[in-house]
């Protein structure tokens, strides 16, 4: 069963086109991310989903049944938001209750039932406080509870955890993958933040400018990117997206790429996948964890590179390196105790099965 | 002449002087604002015990008010212009009159106002700002032009010189007033607010019963004791509506109290002055008490 079908949906404010064919679907139980930059429309879409609202053109499906037309209330979602959207006269146990109270459900039931989700929540400490007496997190716990309260078919979150300092954003991200997965609630979830999408998603759709460029398993979009904005935008640190040109000749032909002060060669097969495209511009990915750096000279094909900038993190070194003494940068991730220092000569294996390319105009995948 | 003047080591003693004789300077500005403001409340208080301010400045005991010669007697203390406001003139029914005619002119005008405030806040529809803007321009059109034609239709119809009548008049000239101070409080409730009560509510009746009218409570009863005030001191409709049987108190004050009131005694000014006090009294209780809420009402939007 789908819970939550989007097809071919378009939303223009004005002139502005904000959603531009948008077409995903969510299978019931399953939790998918919107990832995006801040004004792809990702939040627009997921308003749209909502009810609050209304699409161009296109079709919205809830539970199988077609939603354009229906208000928000007949859509049986819930929302989470971003900011402040407690009702700010009424308690917590108040708020977590107005689902139930506004369906007519008795004070004792609907009480006993808040009780259950604050326990949850571990909020049940909190349910005789005013929203303004709540912290930032613990309302937006609140917030989550007066979502499960509404028992509906779908959860909407709008960067639930964005407006919280980043100790308690990853606390309450493990807490919200766990209470959906209990729960078995569809969940389409909105964000900004790639950690925080790879972290909870089944599935992620990429936003950008109102197109979905990807959709699918995490791992699909982090390991196979169809464009060179998914692999920018996934994966922490950041996937080196170098402009690149294709150099072939000899019998049979011998491919290589040649970038801003290197050049690797590649195996056939990808040399004539890539060269139908090669008049044009190219760029290629290559991921910082897939690059391996050796302080000597490596059996086989390598580029020699000079160290630029050395930048410890927690687990492991972000090293950036220049290829041939060139200007470009590209980083690479080492092991915390590898010996490296600025202005150190080193040189870099690239395993060809990892190069993804891309179209240099369009960004779109090439091979 | 400062003998420090040429070989100042402290510039300090001069610096401070001249800061504190802008701040005396600072207080005078302040006690004449004052005042300024003050002035009529202060003079009409007092002439209402018969304390008359004027020879204080003449140094005449007879003071010529607009060109006629007003003996006031001079500064005798005395309670008996109120007492006589109240026990001779018909005060009280004044009083009374003002009372129903704000009391039912806001009722109309909260129970029109308030739902129209929300649309106008949040509902879109065609048109409504073109709605807001022509209730503002009818507030900003002269009085008299509402008032002549209802001068000449209110006798006709039996509605001269009744409270249904008056409060109605009253009420088209604070409804304006009324509905764009709501749009305003409705409009300062986050947005986020109104989109989890569309969520989570059954129909938008239970967004406004159920959320927006509860968080805008205190912003409906500014509103509400504002235009009281508004009405209460309003004269032009009343003046021209109102007879012997629903006179307001700003009419009473100012036509020297009472039908009685013949030419001479039109000048009373004693009598004028202290009913002008006891009218003004209300008004003022009315403010007062609203003051917490008046805060609480104008900051709706930072009210998380």
Known sequence: ?367 | MGEGDGDAPGPAPGRRRRVSSRRALLYVVAVLAVLNSFWPLVVMALAGYGIDLAPLFSGKAVSYVAGVPFYSGGIFPSPYYYLFSIFVLGFPRMMLNSFVIASISIAIAMGVGVPVGYILARVDIRGRTLVAYLLLALRAASPFIVIVPLFVTYSSIGLYDTYPGVALAEEMLVLAVVVWMLKGFFEDIPREVYDAATVFCKSEWQVFTRVAMRLVLPGVVVTALFAFVLVWNEFLISETLTGAATKTVAVGVWSGIGETTGVVKSFGWDDLNAAGTLAFVPAVAVMLAIRRYLARGFSLGQAR
């Open chain 1, 1 to 367: 069963m789908v819970a939550i079908r989007v097809e071919d949906v378009w939303k223009s404010y004005g002139d502005d086109a904000v959603l531009e064919g948008v077409t995903f679907e969510v299978p019931d139980g399953e939790f998918a991310v919107l990832l995006g930059p801040s004004g792809c429309g990702k939040t627009t879409l997921l308003r749209c989903i909502a009810g609050l609202e209304k699409v161009r053109s296109g079709r919205i499906y809830i539970g199988g049944e077609l939603a354009n037309d229906l208000p928000p209330v007949e859509r049986d979602i819930a929302m989470v938001f971003q900011g402040f959207s407690l009702f700010p006269t009424m308690d917590v146990l108040e708020n977590i209750a107005f689902p139930l109270r506004i369906r007519g459900a008795a004070r004792q039931a609907a009480d006993e039932r808040v009780r259950e989700i604050a326990k949850t929540l571990s909020i049940e400490h909190l349910l005789e406080k005013l929203p303004k007496e709540l912290s930032g997190g613990e309302q937006q716990r609140v917030a989550i509870g007066r979502a499960i309260a509404r028992q509906p078919k779908a959860f909407l979150m709008d960067e639930p955890l964005s407006n919280l300092d980043a100790p308690l954003r990853a606390q309450l991200r493990s807490e919200l993958k766990r209470i959906q997965r209990d729960l078995g609630v569809t969940t389409l979830y909105v964000t900004h933040d790639q950690a925080e999408a790879l972290a909870l998603a089944d599935k992620i759709g990429v936003l950008n400018r109102g197109t979905l460029l990807q959709y699918g398993p995490p791992q699909d979009l982090f390991q196979a990117p169809s464009s060179a904005f998914v692999a920018r935008f996934l994966g922490d640190p950041q996937a080196n997206i170098l402009n690149v040109s294709l150099r072939s000749g000899g019998q049979p032909p011998a491919y290589a790429i040649v970038g801003d002060g290197f050049t690797l060669s590649i195996p056939e097969a990808l040399g004539r996948a890539v060269e139908r495209h090669a008049g044009r511009g190219l760029q290629v990915s290559i991921r910082p964890e897939e690059i391996a750096l050796s302080a000597a000279p490596p059996q086989g094909d390598s580029v020699q590179a000079t160290v630029a900038l050395d930048e410890p993190l927690t687990l492991y070194r972000l090293v950036t390196v220049r290829p041939g003494g060139g200007p470009a940068g590209i980083k690479v991730l080492v092991a915390k105790d590898a010996r490296v220092e600025a202005g150190q000569g080193v040189w870099l294996r690239f395993d060809s099965s990892k190069l993804h390319f891309f179209d240099r105009e369009t960004g779109r995948l090439v091979v």
